[in-house]
């Protein structure tokens, strides 16, 4: 879109640099409104197709007014928004995977266990995952991953090696 938008201001300042030369008796009046014209059906254009967006099944969309969240509720479809107002931001509403390297515990009787795991996760509330990650989701795997260890860390911590 800003490659159009500078298009127009190029096409634009052109324009103007026509009208100004010094040959003005050879300016066609016809040719300077039309062109005038088509700088107005390109920007008509731009500004249309910048206020449309689409939401796919297997994402969730936040729409912001100037920053604020207002609107986290679209359904898959065709759906409008403000140009230069409102921005839209989507995160995967898929069954996602955090894989980590192997962790070292400790087991109640001081043994070291060497521990692989994956957790699977997934956006359940899409305001509450923006508001606590700003939409990282590389924040949210290292956040979360931090608390599957420490849980783990604190399970494995009460177990000896039998039970485990």
């Known amino acids: 879109m800003e490659r159009f938008i ?10 103007i640099a026509f009208l100004a030369s010094n040959n003005r008796k050879a300016i066609n009046l016809r040719l300077v409104i ?4 088509l700088q107005l059906v390109i920007a008509v254009l731009v500004l249309l197709g910048s206020s449309i967006f689409t939401v796919r099944e297997d994402q969730y969309a936040v729409l912001f007014r100037l920053g604020e969240i207002q609107r986290t509720d679209f359904a898959p479809g065709l759906h409008f928004k ?46 509450d995952f ?8 590389l924040r949210a795997q290292q956040s979360l991953g931090q608390i599957v260890k420490d849980r783990m860390r604190d399970e494995f911590n009460k177990r000896t ?4």
């Open 161 to 164: 090696l039998q039970q485990v």
């Open 82 to 127: 403000m140009p230069l107002v409102n921005n839209v931001i989507k995160f995967d509403r898929r069954i996602l995977s955090l894989d980590t390297q192997p962790e070292r515990f400790l087991t109640s009787e001081k043994k070291d266990v060497l521990v692989d795991f994956v957790v699977k996760w997934r956006i359940d509330n899409v305001k």
């Open 34 to 37: 039309s062109g005038i014209l």
């Open 130 to 137: 923006y508001t606590a990650t700003r939409g990282d989701e």
């Open 6 to 15: 500078g298009l127009i201001g190029i096409a634009m300042i052109l324009g």
